[in-house]
Antibody
């Protein structure tokens, strides 16, 4: 059974870069059948899609975050990462990584437990 | 402001049936994108509950069902159980946002 586990800094200063990693276990991140996603949930709010990356390296980002987001894959470590630059308090959220089938309109079928990131000086 | 609109809360007694609506527009649900539903207990990983509008993944009880019509979708839960108390989110994609994934604001289900 594939599992995802987020890790990274839980506290980031304003205007710095948020960095998170999602470790994939029980399966290969190099499978062309899937893409790898980041989704977040600010306190008291709903879910917000951040973006995803295909095994080819092609990325798709939420237009509202596109200028600040980078998602990358490290196949040697079977993990993928999120970098969000110039963060503000509005970026405080629980960040989830998730797997998505590489198909039109596909769901996110497996999620990590999530990791809380607070933006504060 | 979420792209997909859900009621903030619904409630029902054990054994009853409840429905959760998800309203979109011609650029998302109405454009033909499938709707997916997730169940989320705080502090845990969200769980895919329904995909492709009305398909249950293996292991999801048949008490849960989904439907889609026009620019809206619904999740129905029959035979309500205490363990169903959770947040429920609908999700689709939006062509006006370059095919971005979009979520509803979430609905808190309370089992009375």
């Amino acid at each position: 059974q594939l599992q995802l586990q987020e890790s990274g800094s839980g506290l980031v200063k304003p205007l710095e870069t948020l960095s998170l990693t999602c470790a994939v276990s029980g399966g290969s991140i190099s499978s062309g059948a899937y893409s790898w996603s980041w989704i977040r949930q600010p306190p008291g709010e709903g879910l917000e899609w951040i973006g995803y990356i295909y095994h080819s390296g092609t990325t798709y980002y939420n237009p509202s975050l596109k200028s600040r987001v980078t998602i990358s894959v490290d196949r040697s470590k079977n993990q993928f990462s999120l970098k969000l630059s110039s963060v503000t308090a509005a970026d405080t959220a629980v960040y989830y990584c998730a797997r998505r089938y590489s198909a039109y309109g596909a769901p996110f079928d497996i999620w990590g437990q999530g990791t809380m990131v607070t933006v504060s000086s | 402001q979420s792209v997909l609109t859900q009621p903030p809360s619904v409630s029902g007694a054990p054994g009853q049936r409840v429905t959760i609506s998800c309203t979109g527009s011609s650029s998302n649900i109405g454009a033909g994108y499938d709707v997916h539903w997730y169940q989320h207990l705080p502090g845990t990983a969200p769980k895919l509950l329904i995909y492709g509008n009305n398909i249950r993944p293996s292991g999801v009880p048949d008490r849960f069902s989904g439907s889609k019509s026009g620019t809206s979708a619904s999740l129905a839960i029959t035979g309500l159980q205490a363990e169903d108390e959770a947040d429920y989110y609908c999700q689709s994609y939006d062509s006006s946002l370059s095919g971005s994934g979009v979520f509803g604001g979430g609905t808190k289900l309370t089992v009375l």
